[in-house]
């Protein structure tokens, strides 16, 4: 299995990102997944998931109203719209993958990816 994430990089706060994540050797449209990110000095956290249909999603309550997580099933990809950024959203984000969970606990996702790097700083 490997889930390779894209669309980091730097943004000013209030501006909008984009990450992208491709998903292969698993079964994509029957795998829930999960965006968790890492902030230097600090625990990973759950930032959101999504079922594997796409009709069930969660968030972190500091990113609600905020991000949106999809995914598109003919491109194996979920995405994290990420809108009105705040320094505090500066992390390493990563995406997880693993059977039917789609919820907060790291633990429970088999599969993940690198990372990618998302800035937020004037």
């Known amino acids: 299995v490997q889930l390779v994430e894209s669309g980091g990089g730097l943004v000013q706060p209030g501006g909008s990102l984009r990450l992208s994540c491709a998903a292969s050797?698993?079964?994509?449209?029957?795998?829930?997944l999960g965006w968790f990110r890492q902030a230097p000095g600090k625990e990973r956290e759950f930032v959101s998931g999504?079922?594997?249909?796409?009709?069930?999603?969660e968030y972190a309550d500091s990113v609600k109203g905020r991000f949106s997580i999809s995914r598109d099933n003919a491109k194996n990809t979920v995405y994290l719209q990420m809108n009105r950024l705040k320094p505090e959203d500066t992390a390493v984000y990563y995406c997880?993958?693993?059977?039917?969970?789609?919820?907060?606990?790291?633990?429970?996702?088999?599969?993940w990816g690198q990372g990618t790097q998302v800035t937020v700083s004037s």
């Open positions: 999504i079922s594997w249909s796409g009709s069930e999603t």
């Open positions: 997880a993958a693993g059977g039917s969970y789609y919820k907060d606990s790291a633990a429970r996702y088999a599969y």
């Open positions: 050797g698993l079964t994509f449209s029957y795998s829930a």
